[in-house]
């Protein structure tokens, strides 16, 4: 059994469960932040945050189709939400094209990281995310430090620890407000549970 050893958090507040990282995003958002969710899938943390604040501006990445989209939102009951930009394309391919002067106040990267080259995360997507979040705003970054028990058929492309993201965030930039990892008993989105070793990482932009 491979995992890293939990490390305590920041915010001692913040329960460890499922869903913990989802509470302290929305907690961080300010009525009128524009947020960016990359590999949203239905939107569902993002229709939890509008009960806080109605009137936020959701830029929601996937690289589902219309269609699976609409199937997503039947399997979880939910509507379209008309806050909600849906940009059909791949999260390198979108952080890639972010203009220089795109800021969001909250990046939300939860279950992706693991779908994507390390290397590419690491060294091209996540400084350009910091860039693009403004003084104050927050980025929150769930992926895996193993794969889950029992694996899914098809293992992830890439593992992290949590070292790998703190490294990349001094702390005279950035106030680290999570920063652990956990195994966790979850349901998968197949509805089975399984054990998953989850790096969590919260951080917020000094002003
Ligand atoms: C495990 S789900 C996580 C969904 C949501 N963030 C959550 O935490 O429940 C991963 C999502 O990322 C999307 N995805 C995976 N790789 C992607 C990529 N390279 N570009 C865009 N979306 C991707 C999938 O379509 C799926 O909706």
């Not at 460890?16 to 969710?37: C, M, P």
């Not at 795109?102 to 080259?117: E, M, T, V, Y």
């Amino acid at each position: 059994m491979s995992f890293e050893a939990p490390q305590p958090l920041t915010n001692s507040e913040n329960p460890v469960d499922g869903t913990r990282l989802v509470q302290a995003f929305i907690e961080n958002i300010k009525a009128h932040d524009h947020l960016l969710d990359l590999g949203a899938r239905d939107g569902w943390v993002e229709q939890m945050a509008f009960s806080k604040e109605p009137n936020l501006t959701v830029t929601a990445v996937d690289k589902m189709s219309d269609e699976e989209l609409a199937k997503e939102l039947i399997r979880s009951e939910r509507v379209r939400d008309e806050r909600i930009t849906w940009v059909i394309t791949d999260v390198v391919e979108y952080v890639r094209s972010l203009a220089k002067d795109q800021k969001f106040q909250g990046i939300l990267a939860q279950n992706i990281f693991q779908f994507l080259d390390k290397k590419v995360v690491l060294k091209e997507l996540l400084p350009r995310l910091q860039q693009s979040i403004a003084p104050g705003g927050q980025l929150a970054i769930r992926t895996f430090s193993a794969e889950p028990e029992p694996p899914f058929e098809k293992p992830f492309t890439s593992l992290y620890r949590s070292d790998d993201l703190l490294s990349l965030f001094p702390e005279q930039q950035w106030d680290i407000r999570i920063n652990s990892a956990n195994k966790l008993n979850l349901n998968s989105l197949r509805n089975d549970k399984r054990d998953f070793s989850l790096v969590d990482f919260q951080a917020v932009k000094k002003k």
